[in-house]
């Protein structure tokens, strides 16, 4: 398994089990989307950035909410081309953790 996030070109960051799609010369044509959510970041502090006093050493909250990204399609695995990905990074351990736990685990037990 392989979790990956995507920013595709639309501007939405989706969370996967991502696999390559290659060619049979060996050539990444697009990649395969395995129960694909859309990930939005919700800013949690009541203090806007202009009350923030730039000293201060406190962080930032941020809630992220995950949703499925084609939630009206039979396919679990969605194909890809990879014109449509802007780049695709590790999460970090607490998002992916989420992920497995909400999204793939649920799926399981379906």
Request: charged residues 30%; without cysteine.
């Given at each position: 398994?392989?979790?990956?996030?995507?920013?595709?070109?639309?501007?939405?960051?989706?969370?996967?089990?991502?696999?390559?799609?290659?060619?049979?010369?060996?050539?990444?044509?697009?990649?395969?989307?395995?129960k694909p959510c859309v990930?939005?970041?919700?800013n949690t502090d009541n203090i806007t950035p202009e009350e923030m006093d730039?000293?201060?050493?406190?962080?930032?909250?941020?809630?992220?909410?995950?949703?499925?990204?084609?939630p009206v399609a039979k396919e679990k695995t969605i194909p890809m081309a990879t014109d449509w990905v802007v780049t695709m990074v590790t999460p970090i351990d607490k998002i992916s953790q989420m992920y497995e736990e909400d999204i793939l685990k649920n799926e399981k037990n379906e």
């Open positions: 398994m392989t979790i990956k996030v995507v920013l595709l070109k639309s501007g939405e960051d989706v969370i996967a089990d991502v696999k390559e799609m290659v060619s049979p010369d060996k050539k990444v044509i697009g990649y395969f989307l395995t990930m939005k970041m919700q730039p000293k201060s050493e406190r962080k930032s909250e941020f809630s992220v909410t995950m949703y499925p990204w084609m």
